[in-house]
């Protein structure tokens, strides 16, 4: 089992920047391929970014891409995700989640562990 809690959400002004963290907790974190997902009110979730067990490969959502930065510190057991340049569109609770997988994981469905949620507002 595997126990996830996001921080770092809050309420940033359009353009701003907040940095998001996941700390994962049981069976052995490096082995795992991480990914955030996001879901905006009233929206299906969706896919923000995603890295690989070694760090090696990282996807990015279209929507996110070159303001987004995924990482990971295996030694600590964190995920991180820098959001810069933010927008009132990226407003949404932002989940982490592992896969039993190691390689880069884009699917929904090939997560098996997620955190709660940590709400990140835009403001205009």
């Known amino acids: 089992q595997v126990q996830m809690v996001e921080s770092g959400g809050g309420l940033v002004q359009a353009g701003g920047s907040l940095r998001l963290s996941c700390a994962a907790s049981g069976r052995t974190f490096s082995m795992y391929a991480m990914g955030w997902f996001r879901q905006a009110p009233g929206k299906e979730r969706e896919i923000a970014a995603a890295?690989?067990?070694?760090?090696?490969?990282?996807y990015y959502a279209d929507s996110v891409k070159g303001r987004f930065a995924i990482s990971r510190d295996n030694a600590k057991n964190t995920v991180y995700l820098q959001m810069n340049s933010l927008k009132p569109e990226d407003t949404a609770v932002y989940y982490c989640?592992?896969?039993?997988?190691?390689?880069?994981?884009?699917?929904?469905?090939?997560?098996?562990?997620w955190g709660q949620g940590t709400q990140v507002t835009v403001s205009s």
């Open positions: 890295i690989s067990w070694t760090g090696d490969n990282t």
């Open positions: 989640a592992a896969s039993l997988r190691a390689d880069l994981v884009i699917k929904e469905y090939e997560y098996r562990y």
